[in-house]
């Protein structure tokens, strides 16, 4: 690939990307992020340091599920 294509290619990516998210489709239902945001605690007793969805989890260890860590 050509530095010109692929500068015509990350630009139809960049529209594509400008352009608004579409309504939902009639019955889309969106899902609770909980399931996705559990996570075990990482840290050293503060806040916890999980990283999710760019946003650090910062929230007490007794927050959170301990699990046994195994070397």
């Known amino acids: 690939m050509t530095s010109d294509e692929l500068h015509t ?3 139809q ?3 594509q990307l400008a ?3 579409p309504p939902p489709i009639g019955g ?3 899902i609770p992020l909980e399931p996705i945001r559990h996570h075990a605690y990482t840290g050293d007793g503060g806040p916890c340091t999980t990283s999710l969805f760019g946003e650090r989890c910062a929230e ?3 927050h959170h599920e301990i699990h046994d860590q195994h070397p």
């Open 60 to 62: 007490p260890v007794d």
């Open 13 to 15: 990516l960049e529209a």
């Open 19 to 21: 352009r608004p998210t």
């Open 9 to 11: 290619r990350i630009t």
């Open 28 to 30: 889309q239902v969106s």
